[in-house]
């Protein structure tokens, strides 16, 4: 079979149709595919941005968890703390101080002759939050019940401390012996300005409530 052969007129419209073709990938390439891999390019440079900022923001939200944390555990501490800074009554610290430390004494069957105000110390280079508010006990016991004193006046409360201990024999009674010391409790320099969320949470507390009159 013979070879075709293709017209001057043929080739021409061979050669414009392959021109044409050339033309429409190269605009294919240039102006949709070039700009989808240039997109995808930019997508994936945006999505690296974005889980960097979410490994971010999930790093500064687990550290705002953990502080948050410490911090509740932190004022649950000194809540507790707290609990052993008496508060005044009725004004002044000696009267709730006087039935802690007979009650004490009673427990031990120590008799207590007075309990007076000693003084108020300031706690100079500390801090100006708290004072230090001593009594001075006076009365009659032996050795062994005055360490027992000593002992339930602590379990009372782990902040206060003892000084200043005077003891005396008593003619005629070589048990028992005249003793005198002094107590001395951790106390709020102004029990208006305790932290914040002390103040909060004695708010919170139900007032207490009378027994009925008989």
């Not at 440079?45 to 900022?53: G, I, P, V, W, Y």
């Not at 005198?180 to 949470?201: G, H, N, Q, T």
């Amino acid at each position: 079979m013979a070879p075709m052969t293709l017209t001057k007129q043929q080739i021409q419209l061979w050669a414009i149709g392959a021109i044409g073709a050339a033309i429409a990938c190269f605009v294919i390439i240039q102006f949709v595919v070039v700009p989808m891999v240039n997109s995808l390019k930019d997508n994936r440079k945006n999505t690296l941005a974005l889980r960097e900022q979410l490994d971010k923001a999930r790093d500064v939200i687990g550290t705002g968890v953990g502080l948050q944390r410490d911090l509740s555990r932190i004022r649950a501490d000194i809540g507790v703390l707290a609990t052993n800074i008496p508060l005044p009554v009725l004004g002044n610290y000696l009267l709730g101080r006087e039935q802690q430390i007979r009650s004490c004494c009673a427990e031990v069957n120590m008799k207590v002759a007075s309990v007076t105000e000693y003084d108020v110390l300031a706690v100079s280079g500390w801090n100006s939050l708290f004072k230090i508010y001593r009594v001075r006990v006076v009365g009659q016991t032996g050795i062994n019940n005055l360490a027992r004193c000593f002992h339930a006046i602590q379990k009372r409360n782990p902040l206060m401390s003892v000084t200043a201990i005077n003891i005396t024999p008593q003619d005629g009674a070589p048990d028992i012996q005249n003793v005198s010391f002094v107590v001395s409790w951790l106390i709020w320099a102004d029990p208006d300005k305790r932290p914040a969320f002390l103040l909060e949470s004695a708010k919170k507390m139900p007032a207490p409530t009378t027994a009925p009159k008989r």
